[in-house]
């Protein structure tokens, strides 16, 4: 049993500070790049949704979430060997649906809310390594905004919805609440050694 914990402690599945120092300085430089790509991810989205919204409100927005987000996310995954998108457990566009591990990802996170830790600053790292690469990768939870009610929320203006539901046939992205999780930033980074 001890052993067992203390496996579940080495691979930090228990610990309850899930990103901690480490002593692989790999792992370390990459939590540090994940943390201000994350940054600059998530600005340059809130300023693009707020510009749109204030030049002709939510359903001009669309577009912004559609295109510009994957857009985004394909500059910041350079170079080669990174990926940078964002997931959700009920998701809007199915191309951003979680794999197995940003899943239970997502699950932890939800957990550790219903816990009382915030949203903040909630994040998850792993390093994965198989046939000699090794692939770190990276989670930080998204909080559920004010501006992102207007399409995220449970009262969605009747054009907006019409909006929505002619691009997105099984969108699950609505009904979230002011501070809920909405989903998380996702960061995979593959080395060959
Ligand atoms: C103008 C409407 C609009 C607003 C405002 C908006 N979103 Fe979205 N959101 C969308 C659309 C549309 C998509 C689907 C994008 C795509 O096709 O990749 C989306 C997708 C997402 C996704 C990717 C997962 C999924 O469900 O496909 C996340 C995470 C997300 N939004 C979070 C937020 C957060 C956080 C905010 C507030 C800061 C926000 N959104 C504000 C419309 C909006």
Not at 84 to 93: D, W
Request: net charge neutral; proline share 5%; glycine share 10%.
């Amino acid at each position: 049993m001890r052993k067992i914990l203390f496996l579940l402690l080495t691979f930090g599945i228990l610990a309850p500070e899930s990103v901690s120092a480490g002593e692989d300085p790999g792992r370390d430089a990459f939590v540090q790049e994940s943390r201000a790509i994350v940054k600059a991810f998530a600005g340059k989205l809130k300023g693009a949704l707020q510009a749109a919204i204030q030049e002709g409100g939510p359903v001009h927005a669309i577009p912004v979430c559609n295109a510009e987000a994957p857009e985004i996310a394909r500059e910041m995954s350079q170079p080669a060997g990174r990926t940078v998108g964002r997931t959700s457990h009920k998701i809007r566009n199915p191309g951003n649906a979680p794999d197995e591990w940003e899943a239970s990802v997502l699950d932890e996170f939800l957990r550790r809310a219903a816990a009382g830790e915030k949203l903040g600053a909630m994040e998850r790292v792993e390093l994965v390594e198989s046939n000699g690469r090794r692939t770190y990768r990276y989670m930080k939870a998204i909080p559920t905004g004010e501006i992102c009610l207007s399409c995220h929320g449970s009262s969605i203006g009747p054009e907006l919805k019409a909006t929505i539901d002619s691009r997105y046939l099984e969108d699950q992205a609505t009904g979230f609440a002011l501070g809920e999780l909405r989903g998380a930033f996702t960061i995979t980074k593959t080395s060959a050694n």
